[in-house]
């Protein structure tokens, strides 16, 4: 019996914690401080996101032109032949 009423306590204190984070999470969104916070870092986190992106890009290019180069030079035939 001692299990089950722990496990209740558990849960309760687990349902409490959630019910709180949202209730924060509510009074966050309808401050226009944090709104504009919000805005600045999800802007920073494209920035970033799409600096990645052209940087991987630009290495997938440069691995394949260099693939490219490789077949090309093997595919010509040589001058003495």
């Not at 019910?19 to 401050?31: F, G, M, W």
Request: glycine share 2%.
């Amino acid at each position: 019996m001692a299990r089950k009423q722990r496990n209740l306590v558990k849960t309760a204190a687990a349902l409490a914690a959630a019910a709180l984070v949202e209730k924060a999470i509510q009074k966050a969104v309808n401050d226009p401080r944090v709104r504009r916070k919000a805005k600045a870092v999800a802007t920073a986190l494209k920035k970033r996101a799409k600096a990645a992106g052209k940087k991987i890009t630009k290495a997938i290019k440069k691995r394949t032109s260099k693939a490219a180069r490789a077949a090309k030079a093997k595919r010509r035939k040589p001058v003495g032949a």
